[in-house]
């Protein structure tokens, strides 16, 4: 008789989702901020999380790095079920978080560098003494995401373009699984915008390059890598499947409740609210 552990399909299914949602409500000071989410990002998916002020994406982001935990439903992420397993800072630690919130805890004393480094042990600020393996890592990231000739400023000096290469480089010090970018484009010029994606780009083609979790509501920023997207509005989701089909002049115009317009170009898309004739 073959005794061979029988492997259920909600196992399999749970080793390839990266993060399962299941009709998710989350409940701050008596208000529904979020409601009845569900949603399964694979390891192969790159996803936008998009949607307007107030749509409730800090909240879910918040949730999927266990800041808060679900009034209702189930929530895994990286294999880690909310509730059943032991959480937080072990599930932090593989998951690289690039925001401005982050940006206004860190140390602004400290320089690009230590900063960068810090990402190692997942801390902010550089407590324990950095092995020569993690300074090596540490300058090949600042050396990819080209921020060497700064590398030794110290981080309140740096525009704001490069301060968000260098969280991008400290995210990636302890090879997370998911990256989590907010809003990382706030305050960049368009240049500075463009030179970020491209970053982005180049991480995504490295052997063992992190599953993006992008979250914007600039349609302009979406990349071609992004696979996938979710509309999130109201505290709920508006729709989600590949980007292509989310990011139209109607899916759009009814996630917003007027007219847009939708253009792609070399993969890139724009917004424009369309005129009313007069
Ligand atoms: N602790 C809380 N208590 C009560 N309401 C909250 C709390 N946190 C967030 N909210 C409300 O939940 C809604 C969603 O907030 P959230 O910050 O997640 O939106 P967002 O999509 O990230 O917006 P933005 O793009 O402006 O950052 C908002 O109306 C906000 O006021």
């Known amino acids: 008789m073959n005794d061979r552990k029988r492997i259920s399909y909600n196992e399999v299914r749970r080793v390839t989702n990266l993060i399962e949602l299941s009709n998710v409500s989350l409940k701050r000071n008596g208000n529904w901020i979020l ?17 307007l002020n107030g749509a409730g994406k800090t909240a879910l982001l918040d949730m999927l ?9 189930y929530v895994s992420v990286l294999g880690k079920v909310f509730g059943r397993d032991y959480l937080a800072e072990k599930l932090r630690q593989k998951i690289g978080l690039v925001s ?30 950095p092995t020569d393996e993690m300074r090596q890592k540490a300058i090949g990231l600042l ?47 368009f240049l500075a915008r463009e030179q970020l994606l491209q970053a982005l780009e180049t991480i995504h083609l490295r052997t063992n390059a992190p599953t993006f979790l992008y979250v914007t509501h600039h349609v302009e920023e979406i990349l071609p890598i992004f696979s996938h997207t979710l509309l999130l509005k109201k505290g709920q989701v508006f729709d989600s499947g590949l980007t292509s089909e989310m990011i139209t002049t109607e899916k759009l115009s009814q996630l917003f409740e007027c007219d847009v317009n939708v253009t792609w170009k070399n993969e890139r898309a724009s917004i424009r609210k369309r005129l009313v004739n007069r």
């Open 100 to 129: 401005s919130r982050l940006q206004q805890k860190l140390y602004p004393s400290d320089t690009a560098y230590q900063i960068v480094l810090s990402g190692a042990f997942a801390s902010i600020g550089l407590y324990e003494s």
């Open 65 to 73: 790095c266990a800041y808060y935990f679900p009034t209702e439903g």
């Open 143 to 189: 050396e990819e995401l080209q921020c060497l000739s700064y590398a030794d400023r110290i981080y309140e000096t740096l525009s704001q373009g490069e301060r968000q290469r260098i969280l991008i480089a400290r995210a990636l010090m302890a090879d997370p699984e998911l990256l989590i970018l907010d809003e990382p484009t706030t305050g960049l010029d």
């Open 35 to 51: 409601k009845e989410i569900s949603w399964n990002i694979q390891k192969d998916q790159h996803w936008v999380l998009y949607g």
